[in-house]
């Protein structure tokens, strides 16, 4: 546990010490924020697929070939019945204008579906152009396609040139609405926490800072690494900074507020409260930056980034909530708290409240309790039965844009994965064979050979079965297996199916590596807290069990009430992430302060006092978080809306329910084999440590 001398923090905090840290911070903020820079963004496709996968070398090799040099918009034209001589006189005409902005100044002629109700134009628009660039040719060929266009005609763009701009258009501006809505949010909160006009603004300013401070390092470090982050990695990281640092925020404030009641100096009161809460929130902060870095170890490109933009977070969150928090806090006198300014001497109300009632309710009836609480998480558990899991390219948002229904539209008219083909590359010797094993291939419509070099050869196969299908991913396992087949061919199989099935080969694998390295550290932490065998383990089992239950019930709401098709494949061990290592902080803050009522007066009435003085300022934390992570559904994806319904729901049960019920229940069963192996202070010991706050109050 981490001890230093009063004398030490006083200087940090002291009447000169609080203006140098405040001069300081203010300083390392402003060289963060102004030479941070912008975060790096790849346009490499192949830097967005799981490392070692098979699509991602295709997709390396396909830009040897001059269409690997390309983006394509499809540009779909529909209508109810047959399209008419217009219609097609308006199509040629657009073919003839959108050359010029075609790469090679070409346009292929249109291909029109076999019942003559649906055409398709190809525009080749160049793969180097920067997302703004792209966002305008593509706005540029949609407004073309619509200029002209007969009466009862529809046109809608698609293709990897339409998706690309209508997921960046989801993001356009979303990191400031995140922020706002976040930052709205937790000032709410905070006021409603304090009930002070001013208190809340000194931590929402703080964590504010620290948010952007934690995306200019992130950024930093992308352009020193290599890593790239994209908009919904920097958007979960503001998250967690506002979220984690908040509860720190809530916790510490807590312990000063205890503090001012025994203390009349208020810097003194400050270097208490930092002494007796940092233990708590430099474990919880560890175990949260911890299992973050565990997605290092991880395939998919998306996971890795946010493991490492997370953990940066977290940990510029703790050293402002710890550093520049405390200075702040003391500049403003008791009158910070004003109207409920604490007084030296005053009660804490705390210790009597509706935590104590709730407390001592558990504590008269452990078993009760303890099995009413396993059954409602079972019950909720249940909901997880028959989920399905993995979202299609046209599933991943909550509205349909444009990309999505022109994409739509070509699924109904032409062979179902004629769009977007499987690609097959080979050695240019092989091709011929290689291409005749594919034709052969179960579920295969169509191959043919689309370019040739002096080395590879691209072969286009187009699948019977719809794109996502399980029937799909079928026929890609069945066709790398018959293309491989072939000797000296060396043929690998990439395109969007190919992607979509490594991608969920890639999550199973994350999955069995990063959980047990997630519960590994988890362990690890509350064994060099806690220094008890048992109570690690109990803890670390209450929180694998609050998982289960929030993802059953959030599976439950996506199937029944939202209508989504199926879980984000990034969903499962995001939120298991998040939920454990989050989640076992309020059993963290809960349990650490247990262990020092416990030396005074026994484990059994040390976790009713523990709760009792922690009941309300975890509740508030639990709240803070929970609201924090809901925030990300007002962004159009249904990946970020799913994760933050689990993570939100789930903090909540482990608040309100794990923390407050079950964990209270477990230890007052338990006992003082709780602690094992080892044991809170001895009395000697504790009557040492009140005569020690004693002479510090006087």
Known sequence: MWRAEPSRWDALWGRSGKWLTIVLAIVISGLALAFGGAAKVSTDPADSLPKGAESAAVARLQQEFPSGQVLPALVVYSRSGTLTADDRA?????????AARAVGGKVPPPVMAPDGDVALLTVPLAGTLSNSELSEAVAQVRAEARDGLPAGAKVEVTGGAGFKVDLSSVFSGANITLLAVT???????????????????????????????????VALLTNLTGLTVDDSTLGITSVLVFGAGTNYALLLI????????????????????????????LASSATVALALCTLLFALSPFNRAIGMAGAIGIVVAVAYALVVLPAAMVLFGRGL?????????????????????????????????????????????????????????????????EAIAGQETLSRAFPAGSAQPV????????????????KGAPGVSTAAVA?????????????????????????????????????????????????????????????????????GVVLLVLLLLLRSVVAAVTLVTTVIISFVA?????????????????????????????????????????????????????????????????????????????????????????????????????????????????????????????????????????????????????
């Open 183 to 217: 930052a709205s949010v937790v000032a709410l909160l905070l006021l409603l926490t304090y009930r002070s006009p001013w208190l809340w603004l000194v931590p929402l300013a703080v964590v504010g800072v620290a948010d952007q401070v934690a995306a200019k390092v």
């Open 90 to 98: 308006a199509i040629d005409a657009d073919a003839q204008r959108m």
């Open 423 to 438: 690609v097959v590359i080979a050695r240019e010797p092989a091709a011929e064979a290689v291409l005749q094993a594919a």
């Open 254 to 281: 807590a312990r000063y507020r205890e503090q001012l009641r025994i203390h009349e100096d208020r810097h003194r009161a400050m270097s208490a409260a930092v002494r007796s809460a940092a233990p708590a929130i």
């Open 451 to 519: 370019e040739s070099g002096s080395e590879l050869t691209k072969i286009n196969v187009v699948l019977e079965a719809e794109p996502g299908s399980d029937a799909s991913l079928t026929a890609v396992e069945k066709l790398r297996e018959a293309v491989k087949a072939v000797p000296d061919g060396q043929a690998l199989v990439g395109g969007p199916e190919a992607t979509d099935l490594d991608e969920r080969q890639a999550a199973t694998r994350d999955q069995l590596v990063v959980i047990p390295l997630v519960l």
């Open 550 to 698: 929030s993802f059953g019930a959030g599976w439950f709401a996506f199937d029944r009430f939202f209508g989504f098709p199926a879980m984000d494949l990034s969903v499962p061990l995001l939120s298991f992430l998040f939920l454990v290592a989050l989640g076992v902080d309020y059993n963290i803050f809960l349990t650490h302060r247990a262990r020092e009522e416990a030396a005074r007066q026994g484990t059994h009435a040390g976790i009713v006092t523990a709760l009792a003085v922690t009941g309300g300022v975890i509740t508030s934390a639990g709240i803070v978080l929970a609201a924090v992570f809901a925030v990300l559904g007002v962004l159009p994806l249904i990946t970020l809306t799913q994760l933050g319904i689990i993570v939100g729901f789930g903090v909540l049960l482990d608040t309100l329910l794990v923390r407050s019920v079950l964990v209270p229940a477990l230890v007052t069963l338990m006992g003082e084999r709780f602690w094992w192996p080892s044991r809170p202070l001895s009395l000697s010991a504790s009557r040492r440590l009140d005569r020690e706050r004693q002479l510090q109050s006087s």
């Open 337 to 401: 708290f004003w109207p409920f300014a604490p007084k030296v001497g005053q009660a804490d109300p705390a210790r009597d409240g509706v935590w104590r009632r709730i407390g001592t309710g558990v504590a008269r009836r452990p078993v009760l309790m303890s099995l009413v609480s396993v059954g409602i998480l079972a019950v909720l558990a249940v909901g997880a039965v028959g989920v399905q899991s993995g979202l299609s390219q046209t599933e991943q948002f909550r509205e349909k844009v």
